[in-house]
């Protein structure tokens, strides 16, 4: 088990049979399983609460790593998995297709197609979305017969996902894949262009090596687990004029700011710029089932409309556009479009923003940032996670620092007692 040996015994008889049972044999992410202090047995969740197995209630700050946009167990997401479970979970996608993901996807391009964003495919985790944008993005130029463009440019600070490709377009030092660096696909790692010197370096070199570069991808106005670090809509603005100018392709990884999380239902339209490639994840379902989705523009689409099947995009998880999932994402674009979350999401900026500011006067803080539903506050360092996510605990509070940041990305349907709770929570624990 994780941990010191006789404090986890102690935990582990406090909790139920099936804890101690399964534990041994369970390989827990981002942990270090020797040190990592245990898990907490949950036994159910409910709004912005999770219920522990010992009966304590934490006021969840995370949603469950920004998926939960409306809070557990909305009964109109729980109401309409449980129509599509009784009438058919899963069918395969190669060859099939049913109502519920091509609702979907019609539903999806109606909200992107006015920016031309008109072609989904579906897959089942963020990571494999970007993998699929990637792809997209290489094999486009492969099918107009342009050869050399298998470079992509990303930026420091940013996360993609965790696997293969994804890792490569992460930034190396973020501390998730650096022991990983020299055995991944080399891409290109530069700043953001935030500035006149930064934006002018990256259009030198975009200038001198365009001809192997395929696309630029770059999660618009917030990156995530990278250092959860913002910047403004001129950057996409920037990015969008510099992949004209240099005719590349240019992606949009949505998986944490879409679905409202920065204050519109999809960050870029903050810019009024559009990406060539769009990825979309975490919230679409609600936070209920696995659900990923690869929106390209038509141009993208057009290069792999071809008789050749080699012109084809071959890729096919196996649990594309499950059907359990497209119902759940369904439902929650209900939510979306009758109940008023994006006027949430600017009542949560508005406390988090007043409810943090006090910690910049905090000797051992950096910076605290707000951003529509998420809120940062970044420590000059921070020496025993396990000690600190420990306190945030016995405060009531499940709050998950990592690296340096403490951060909030609560559900939009949280109630202010609860908000306040947590950013009070935060002031306490940090001074």
């Known amino acids: 088990m994780p941990g010191d040996a006789s404090e986890n015994k102690g935990l582990a008889e406090a909790n139920p049979a099936w804890y101690a049972a399964g534990l041994e ?96 495919f579906f897959s089942e985790s963020g990571s494999i979305a970007v993998e699929v944008a990637l792809k997209m993005a290489l094999q486009y130029w492969r099918n107009r017969g342009v050869r050399g463009r298998e470079q992509i440019v990303a930026f420091k600070g940013g996360y993609h996902g965790d696997t293969t490709g994804a890792m490569a377009v992460s930034d190396p030092q973020s501390g998730f894949h650096g022991s990983l660096a020299g055995l991944l696909p080399r891409q290109i ?36 687990a990278g250092g959860m670090r913002l910047h403004d809509a001129g950057v996409l603005q920037t990015l969008r004029a510099l992949a004209d100018h240099h005719e590349l392709l240019l992606i949009f990884d949505e998986i944490f700011t879409g679905f409202g999380r920065t204050g519109t239902m999809f960050a870029f339209e903050q810019a009024g710029v559009t990406p060539d490639v769009i990825t979309l994840s975490k919230a679409l379902t609600g936070g209920t089932l696995p659900l990923a989705a690869t929106v390209a523009q038509r141009k993208v689409f057009d290069a792999f409309w071809s008789d050749d099947p080699a012109k084809a995009l071959m890729h096919g998880p196996t649990f594309m556009a499950n ?43 950096e910076d605290v940032r707000v951003k529509g539903a998420t809120g940062v506050v970044e420590l000059k360092r921070i020496e025993n996670l396990n000690g600190l996510r420990q306190r945030f605990i016995d405060e009531g509070v499940f709050v998950r620092p990592f690296s340096s940041i403490v951060y909030l990305t609560p559900a939009f349907t949280i109630t202010e007692d609860e908000l306040l709770k947590l950013t009070g929570a935060i002031r306490r624990v940090l001074a």
């Not at 500011?357 to 905090?362: A, G, I, Q, T, V």
């Open 25 to 120: 044999h369970v390989w827990l992410p981002y942990a270090q399983m020797k040190t990592a202090s245990l898990p907490l047995a949950v036994a159910a969740t409910h709004g912005s609460r999770i219920v522990l197995a010992d009966g304590r209630e934490l006021i969840d700050g995370i949603a469950s790593w920004w998926t939960a946009c409306h809070g557990y167990n909305h009964p109109h997401i729980r109401a309409a998995v449980e129509r599509q479970l009784a009438t058919m979970p899963h069918v395969m996608f190669g060859g099939l297709v049913h109502e519920q993901a091509l609702t979907l996807a019609r539903r999806l391009t109606g909200m992107l197609g006015p920016h031309g964003l008109d072609r989904v």
């Open 189 to 224: 790692i530069v700043d953001l262009p935030l500035d006149e010197a930064s934006t002018a370096a990256l259009d030198a070199l975009l200038a001198e090596q365009a001809e192997r570069i395929a696309a630029i991808i770059v999660e618009p106005l917030a990156q995530g």
């Open 323 to 365: 059907a359990l999932a497209c119902a759940a994402a369904n439902a929650s674009l209900d939510l979306f479009a009758c109940e008023p979350r994006l006027a949430q999401v600017g009542r949560i900026e508005n406390l988090l923003r007043d409810a943090l500011e006090p910690c910049r006067k905090l000797a051992e803080v």
